[in-house]
């Protein structure tokens, strides 16, 4: 899909749009969306804010926020890792959009 943010998340909103348009409007819809990718040259917070909302604007009913990527340098689930040692950057998105956590 190409490194520019539009083409890369058409594949997503588009199966959110369709799942909608399947089930109906009482229907949850959660929505997996990573925060922090933790490798260099991953995805920037203005871009994690744009996919947010075109979920939400597809029909999305919650996202459910994570942090990390399989090759991140970073720990994210290791014991030493306090428990919610992430979660300032779930609140930062909190104010972006409307839809439940």
């Known amino acids: 899909m ?3 943010l539009c083409p ?3 594949f997503a909103v588009e ?3 369709a ?5 109906g409007s009482d229907f949850i819809i959660v929505y997996r969306l990573s925060m922090l990718d933790l490798v260099e040259g ?3 917070f203005e871009e ?5 909302q075109a979920i939400e604007a597809a029909g999305a009913t919650i996202i459910n926020t994570g942090i ?7 720990p994210t689930i290791a014991t030493p890792v306090p428990r919610a040692a992430f979660s300032w950057v779930t609140r930062r998105l909190k ?3 409307s839809i439940r956590w």
């Open 42 to 44: 991953g995805g920037t």
């Open 68 to 74: 990390g990527w399989h090759e991140a340098r970073i």
């Open 8 to 10: 890369r998340m058409r």
């Open 95 to 97: 104010g972006k959009v």
């Open 15 to 17: 199966v959110v749009r």
């Open 48 to 52: 994690t804010v744009q996919l947010a």
């Open 2 to 4: 190409g490194r520019r």
């Open 19 to 23: 799942v909608r348009e399947r089930v």
